[in-house]
């Protein structure tokens, strides 16, 4: 039987009934979002050279090539987001690629064309709310990894001092906390039904396949 306090709404009882059956059980979805895309996580940590970033022996050539690729990256799933704004409560940040642009500047170089890359990989189109919040978490969630990236860098390659061109990993912390807070809770307000909860997993794995296509460029000089 459907929750009797809720009969008074005059709702159909097809809708109270989709509405028990659809409505999330497991967990919060930023739960399952963690849990659905862990191991995906550990591949592009371990797997790809972002690995590199924290070795004492990564070089200053590594870290501006991961910077580049990063820079095209975020750019690409944050212009496409910019199209999926009307369908969000909250726009998607665009700061990230503005701060490993400022990075590519530092260094003197350019941004890579996405056509650039050997064996370029397609981002499949994004075309719900659901997945643009599968898209958004993978590069919200990617900050927190930052944090720890960043105190690497410093004790390796950046240890003489010289902190320019950390624009991207150094970025503040707190904000990047406090962004990360107000994410989860716009996910636990959007995500109610498991059917959206997995769209949105989906769509997480499928951006971190993609970083994961982006970024594997040094394994494949090694080996
Ligand atoms: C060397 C590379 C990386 C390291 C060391 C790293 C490390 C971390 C750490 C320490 C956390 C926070 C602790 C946790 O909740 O598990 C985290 C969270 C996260 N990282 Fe990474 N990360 C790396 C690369 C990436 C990349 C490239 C992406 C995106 C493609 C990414 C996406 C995420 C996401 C989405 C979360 C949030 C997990 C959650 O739901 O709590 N990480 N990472």
Redesign the pocket.
Known sequence: MICDFLMPLQLPLEIWHEIATRRTTISKP??Q??IG??R??TV???D?S?????RADITLAEYCEIVRR?HS?HHQLETRLATCSPMLEEQPTTKRSALLLSDIVYFGLTPIQPEQLEDYPLMLPITSREAALGVM?????????????HK?LLNNLFRQGDVGGLAFFGADPVAGMSQ?MRFQKLLERTLIFQDQVEEAVNA?NR??D???QC?RFSQKKET
Do not use: C, P, S
Request: net charge positive; charged share 15%.
């Open positions: 930023a739960i979002l963690k895309t862990k995906w996580h592009v940590e371990k790809t972002m690995n590199r970033l924290l990063l990256i978490y993978v590069l919200d969630g990617a900050a927190l990894g930052g944090m720890l990236i690497q990360w997480a951006t971190f993609y970083f994961y970024l």
